[in-house]
């Protein structure tokens, strides 16, 4: 199994802004899509945003023009900028490698890092 290592959780305030990372095997990385993952107590699995190898980009309606994901290919560093955090952004965040799309959607990889907390107080 390919180990995805995530970094860059923690607790702050509403508005303000964390940068979460993910650093993946360079075959893995180059090779397949990736996207961002996130899981509140509760509630199920959902697909926060996804990055092509050519750096195409998609995201949830509910992070749209808050969250920003990025690659750095020399780095085999994946990351996802969020601003403007609100409470419903706390939840385990989960970086995914290997995935691809189909009818336009992105499905994940079998990749997966360990997650990483977020908890936004209000």
């Known amino acids: 199994q390919v180990r995805l290592v995530e970094s860059g959780g923690g607790l702050v305030q509403a508005g303000g802004s964390l940068r979460l990372s993910c650093l993946a095997p360079?075959?893995?990385?180059?090779?397949?899509?990736m996207g961002w993952y996130r899981q509140a107590p509760g509630k199920q699995r959902e697909l926060v945003a996804d990055?092509?190898?050519?750096?195409?980009?998609n995201y949830a309606d509910s992070v749209k023009g808050r969250f920003t994901i990025s690659r750095d290919n020399a780095k085999n560093t994946m990351y996802l900028q969020m601003n403007s955090l609100k409470p419903e952004d706390t939840a385990a965040y989960y970086c995914?490698?290997?995935?691809?799309?189909?009818?336009?959607?992105?499905?994940?990889?079998?990749?997966w890092g360990q997650g990483t907390q977020v908890t936004v107080s209000s």
């Open positions: 360079a075959s893995t990385f180059r090779l397949n899509a």
């Open positions: 990055i092509s190898r050519r750096d195409n980009t």
């Open positions: 995914n490698a290997g995935g691809v799309y189909n009818g336009g959607y992105y499905r994940s990889g079998v990749y």
